[in-house]
């Protein structure tokens, strides 16, 4: 069964064709970062104006990267679903994915689903080699989202904590542009701490003391401002910041997951979203997840951030188990991942 893949919840337009006996046949992504890089944020009528100007060139493109042409996609061989996400996400940005999807289900008399965005990104590693096993525990962790899932199933996800205002690439992107570095704050704080003097500057690590695996960090970023606002900022010490910042985002990110996995006894760690790609929460996972016995697995680097291939593969599983949607074309700005239901044939396996 081959599917198409649609992404354009924010400011990444990613299509791709995941197909589940081949794997990943074809994929290809779009990044809107120096269109909203002047702006300091995403921009989001900017965002559905460009996703409508680069959806269907990349759709044509993984179409003859896959060897189909637009005639005999739906053909013998060829597309049998098609995915898109459908939430949560920006509401006009969401509206040209699942238009474009729906529109090319009808056109071909094939069903479509649509996608929750967290759920493909928990997902994204069974695109790898080595996919976990269920259960697991996720740590979903991105511009917009910071949370632990305990994921026993497809469709079958209990949130173990959440963040209670700022997500951590959020609060990446605001101390960021504190600093004067550029858009997206994630990968420019990374390159500043490495040069960044251990110790010089300690930031709290909120909600460490408290039970529970709830995050904030709204507190961490009102405390660098407050730092800033006293110091004058040359090189040196706007690297000796970013380091500090970049340290407790970690130390609290690490903290709780060990609490997730010694509270769940699960025996796997998926870590999935921007902030994912980040080599010091990797060493400090690694270093956490051995002393536990824990395998953490990660998608590959180019996987982490918003992209088509994730919602092709979810999709691929959910229509694969029978589940197929009304031909309305509805979209959801705001969805918690512990509404989603296993699809049709999951029940009939239980």
Known sequence: MKVLGIETSCDETGVAIYDLRQGLISHALYS???????????????????????????????????????????????????????????????????????????????????????????LATGLEDLAPDYPFVALLVSGGHTMLVEVS??????????????????????????????????????KLAESGREGRFRFPRPMLDKGGLNFSFSGLKTAVVNRVRELDLDAQTRADIARAFQEAVVDTLVHKCVKAMRSTGFNDLVVAGGVGANRQLRECLAEGMDALGVRVQYPRPELCTDNGAMVAYAGCLRLSQGQTDEMSIEARARWRLDELAPPPQSYGDS
């Open 32 to 122: 809107q970062v120096n269109l909203h890089r002047e702006y300091g944020g995403v921009v989001p009528e900017l965002a559905s104006r460009d996703h409508v100007r680069k959806l269907l060139p990349l759709i044509v493109q993984v179409l003859q990267e896959a060897d189909l042409t637009r005639a005999s996609a739906a053909g013998e061989g060829g597309i049998a679903g098609v995915a898109y996400t459908s939430g949560p996400g920006l509401l006009g940005a969401l509206l040209v994915g699942a238009s474009v999807a729906r529109s090319l289900a009808y056109a071909w008399g094939i069903p479509a689903v649509g996608v929750h965005h967290m759920e493909a990104h928990l």
């Open 153 to 190: 199933a497809l469709g079958e996800y209990e949130i173990l904590g959440e963040t209670l205002d700022d997500a951590a690439g959020e609060a990446f992107d605001k101390t960021a542009k504190l600093l004067g570095l550029p858009y997206p704050g994630g990968p420019a704080i990374a």
